[in-house]
């Protein structure tokens, strides 16, 4: 019964990861696509491959979201995790519906939380706090203010050059800032479901976690990182009308300032802090911050606001659906 649960469980994760691909991987490419630096097929090969790299690269930010909650080894641990995963399958659906790019990543910790606070299960909070909470809060401003200034300083370098010849060279810019975000993106988000998926190897003992150890087997990077191919692939575009058009009106400059400042984002904090942060925040931030310096009133604000509330409901509705979710399971399991 353990191994079944085990299979369900790694099924449903990587369900969870073609619903993140749904979100997060489409803002890989969004910019490229909606400034048609990339056609959508050409970008979905380039976020596949670059996803694959960075995925395979590091696994810090796995080990950081298979560490937040200590779930027993046992069955009933496996319980818990399914719930927490299903919370965030449900919110990822519903966000989805209604276009908003909401955070997977946060979808899938507030599942954690949520699911573990349900089976009084301890959570390490100072990890919440510390790779969670704050880069959640800081991340986008400084994807904002970056962004504001990159771009500030590119209208400056290129302020005498032909609007034609600048535009035309930016559009060849974008292809590196797209590889650049899909790789940065492998580095994050495809590492949340390894890390989840792991965590559960972990606690039926399929892999040895011993000694604080957190090995992510080759055959899971692999797995996830074609769930999140796919799922861009087949319901992407809809993130990607509101990132790329609705929340401003991109040109190829602003996509490459946007684009190379979020991959930059998201490579540091994976690298240097192994925080879980949000492709969705920083990349959406970033998108504000470079339509910014044409004047404020080009971001639609409105849409912005939509996307800033959708993010603040994310960890706490997530972690609702999770214990829920928890709850039911164990009535049946009873």
């Not at 490419?29 to 380039?46: F, H, K, M, Q, Y």
């Amino acid at each position: 019964m353990e191994t079944a649960g085990l299979v369900i469980l790694i099924v449903v994760a990587l369900g969870f990861d073609y619903t993140n691909g749904f979100h997060d991987a489409a803002n890989a490419i969004a910019t490229s696509v909606s400034t048609r630096a990339l056609t959508p097929r050409a970008a979905l090969i380039l976020a596949a491959v670059f996803n694959l790299v960075g995925s395979l690269v590091s696994v810090k930010v796995a080990n950081t979201v298979g560490s937040i909650i200590n779930a027993p080894d046992s069955s009933h641990g496996l319980v818990i995790v399914f719930a927490a995963v299903v919370g965030a399958i449900v919110w990822n659906l519903i966000t989805w519906y209604f276009g908003l790019p909401s955070s997977s990543s946060h979808a899938l910790i507030g599942g954690l939380v949520g699911a573990a606070l349900a089976s009084s299960t301890s959570i390490e909070w100072h990890k919440v706090l510390e790779k969670v909470v704050i880069p959640m809060i800081v991340s986008p401003l400084v994807g904002f203010v970056a962004a504001y200034l990159l771009m500030l300083i590119l209208l400056w370098i290129f302020r005498k050059a032909a609007p034609r010849r600048v535009n035309q060279g930016f559009k060849y810019g974008q292809w590196a800032s797209s590889a650049a975000m899909s790789y940065g993106h492998g580095t994050q988000d495809a590492q949340k479901t390894m890390g989840v998926i792991t965590l559960a190897l972990i606690i039926t003992h399929h892999v040895d976690g011993s000694g604080g150890a957190f090995p992510v087997p080759l055959w899971v990077k692999l797995a996830c990182a074609a769930a999140i191919a796919l799922g861009t692939y087949s319901g992407g575009w809809r993130i990607m009308r509101t990132l790329g058009r609705r929340v401003f009106k991109l040109d190829n400059a602003t996509g490459f300032a946007a684009q190379s400042v979020a991959s930059g984002v998201l490579m540091t904090t994976a690298y240097v802090y192994a925080a879980p942060i949000s492709t969705t925040h920083v990349i959406t931030s970033s998108v504000m911050g470079a339509g910014a310096t044409r004047k404020f009133s080009a971001v639609r604000w409105g849409v912005a606001g939509n996307i800033l509330t959708a993010w603040v409901l994310t960890l706490p509705m997530a972690g609702l659906v999770a214990a829920a979710v928890y709850g039911i399971c164990q009535l049946v399991v009873g």
